[in-house]
């Protein structure tokens, strides 16, 4: 099992956006966070939006949104990672990487010792 930081970081194509283009990202993204929760054995530990006190688009950390998951395997986080690339945008014309980015941190659960 893998411990797994997803940053997601909003891109200016999201702040250039109608806001009916961006209501059509939003249900790309909550489709793109369904699929990462449904994928056989990952666990979401917890997820976290910072986007009321960073403004504009975040091309490097800091990044706008964070899931921290449980992963069994390499080949499963890329599978999530892989989301951004396949998850259409309204009519399909484009998919979310055009709006969002993401980069995973592999890692292990760190216990405090006592």
Excluded: H
Excluded at 44 to 61: C, E
Excluded at 62 to 72: L, S
Excluded at 73 to 81: F, G, I, K, W
Excluded at 94 to 104: G, I, M, N, S, T
């Amino acid at each position: 099992m893998q411990r797994v930081l997803f940053c997601i970081g909003i891109n200016q194509n999201f702040m250039n956006a109608t806001a009916d283009e961006g209501k059509q990202v939003w249900q790309a993204f909550s489709q793109m966070m369904q699929g990462i929760d449904n994928l056989p054995g990952v666990t979401i530990l917890g997820i976290m939006d910072d986007d009321r006190i960073m403004v504009g688009p975040s091309a490097t950390a800091p990044w706008t949104a964070y899931i921290m998951a449980d992963v069994p395997d390499y080949d499963t986080v890329v599978e999530a990672c892989n989301f951004f690339r396949t998850t259409p945008v309204g009519d399909g014309t484009y998919k979310l990487w055009k709006y969002a980015r993401v980069e995973a941190r592999i890692g292990r659960e760190l216990v405090v010792p006592e």
